[in-house]
T-cell receptor, first 111, second 114 residues
Framework: KQEVTQIPAALSVPEGENLVLNCSFT??????LQWFRQDPGKGLTSLLL?????REQTSGRLNASLDKSSGRSTLYIAASQPGDSATYLC??????????FGKGTTLSVSS | NAGVTQTPKFQVLKTGQSMTLQCAQD?????MSWYRQDPGMGLRLIHY???????DQGEVPNGYNVSRSTTEDFPLRLLSAAPSQTSVYFC?????????????FGEGSRLTVL
């Protein structure tokens, strides 16, 4: 059974710092991996989608990498801002249509 | 740009009552799904559908029914609500054309069962 783990569960950094969020999965037979952002009391917003054949995706200050063979993905946030404070979730798509989520990393960026 | 719309946003029920959470999408997505999100448990798949007339169970289907009569709508029914069903429910959809793509979420429906 696929398991998705995100470490750390919570992270606090000062504004301007570069940071890395980690996601690991136990079964490398995935179609893609997706990173989401969730603000308190809100739904999930997709940040980046990496297909299994890709190594990384970039959007603005965000860069996500995927190493399928080792079952790992990282989300790199450059020059963090207070507005980046949120919970970040990763999820993998397996055979069929199921999306399996990690429990998230809650990020707090202080000014 | 409506995207995925869920109603109601908040609901309080008494044990044993029934209700339907509504989900509609205007992106012509074949795939629609329902998740529940609980503290410490993350997001768990309840039911999903890959097209009108086709539904299947996810990880935690007990106590919930779904149907898919149109491409746009995917309601989630609680026939006899229990306190264990207190949660935040999210509907999500995506296209099934080509490789699995981006999943779009609604804003959530917060349900409390007393």
């Amino acid at each position: 059974k696929q398991e998705v783990t995100q470490i750390p569960a919570a992270l606090s950094v000062p504004e301007g710092e570069n940071l890395v969020l980690n996601c690991s999965f136990t079964d490398s037979a995935i179609y893609n991996l997706q990173w989401f952002r969730q603000d308190p009391g809100k739904g999930l917003t997709s940040l980046l989608l990496i297909q299994s054949s890709q190594r990384e995706q970039t959007s603005g200050r965000l860069n996500a990498s995927l190493d399928k063979s080792s079952g790992r993905s990282t989300l790199y946030i450059a020059a963090s801002q207070p507005g980046d404070s949120a919970t970040y979730l990763c999820a993998v798509t397996q055979a069929g249509t199921a999306l399996i989520f990690g429990k998230g990393t809650t990020l707090s960026v202080s000014s | 740009n409506a995207g995925v719309t869920q109603t109601p946003k908040f609901q309080v029920l008494k044990t044993g009552q029934s209700m339907t959470l509504q989900c509609a999408q205007d992106m012509n997505h074949e795939y629609m799904s329902w998740y529940r999100q609980d503290p410490g448990m993350g997001l768990r798949l309840i039911h999903y559908s890959v097209g009108a007339g086709i539904t299947d169970q996810g990880e935690v289907p007990n106590g919930y029914n779904v149907s898919r009569s149109t491409t746009e709508d995917f309601p989630l029914r609680l026939l006899s609500a229990a306190p264990s069903q207190t949660s935040v429910y999210f509907c999500a959809s995506r296209s099934t054309q080509g490789p699995p793509g981006e999943l779009f979420f609604g804003e959530g429906s917060r349900l409390t069962v007393l």
